[in-house]
């Protein structure tokens, strides 16, 4: 029996297309080669985030591997609705739900309140979801933190320490980590801000550089003067200690890390000092 040779080529064109198509698919989901991959958000009320990223077959599986590749401090339990996020990095949920970590599926530009609890979620079905720290608006949806940042953006810190390790506690306590180098702190933290996608501005002071504002948040009145405050290790690298010097006098080589503290007057960090 003859064979139509462009029914042939026809055929072979239309496996290979859809071939193609589920290879796009399967490895530009999240950009990787893994569609169990999810990244996520974590934001504070008062609008200081950080991205990571895991993988597992649900997304609490995603987000206990994605916390551990990135060393956060997660407080979370078992509920009838599966795992229950009780605090992340030193900033918990109230005891009275007054405010609590809040789960938000993404879609289209848009999150959304989800239903759902972690657990029954499948990874392969979400890219990205967001942990936001809210204050409890029952019967309506809480309200979400004004700068929330374009999914596109997400940078995830997994435990890079070379340059200066930064860690910025916010003043409701939670805090993250980044990494960035330069000749000094000033401009390790302005390579560090721009290579994770946060919002910094600084200022040139009589006596140097110095922080202006990071994540639009800047020296400000409110029940106290909150304002960045430079934390370096102590001697036995073990505790931060109050600098006194500011960022643009503050040699890279001699300072490994450095803590960012928004606080009223001097403040004590409570985020530990890194240790890989």
Known sequence: MAV?????AIVAVIIIIVAAVGIYWYATKNNENDPNKVTF?????DGIYFWISGSGEMTDDALENAV???AVNLDSSESSYGISINGINGLESESDWSYYWATYTYSDGVWTYAEDGLSLMKSSDHDYIAL???ANNYPSDPVLPDNIPNVQDAKVWTKNTSGVLF????????YLRVNGTGTTVYDALSNATSNYKIEFTGADLSSGKAIKTIFDLGTVNNDGVY???????????????TSEFIVGNLTSS??????L???????TPTAPVYSA
Do not use: H, P, R
Request: proline share 0%.
């Open 4 to 8: 139509d040779k462009k029914l042939v």
């Open 41 to 45: 958000l974590i934001e504070d009320n």
């Open 68 to 70: 551990d590749k990135s």
């Open 132 to 134: 936001f720290y809210v």
């Open 167 to 174: 860690t910025i506690q916010s003043q409701s306590g939670m």
């Open 227 to 241: 304002t960045w405050n430079t934390k370096v290790l102590s001697d036995d690298g073990t505790a931060w200690e």
């Open 254 to 259: 001699e300072n490994a890390q450095i803590c």
């Open 261 to 267: 503290l928004y606080s009223t007057g001097v403040g």
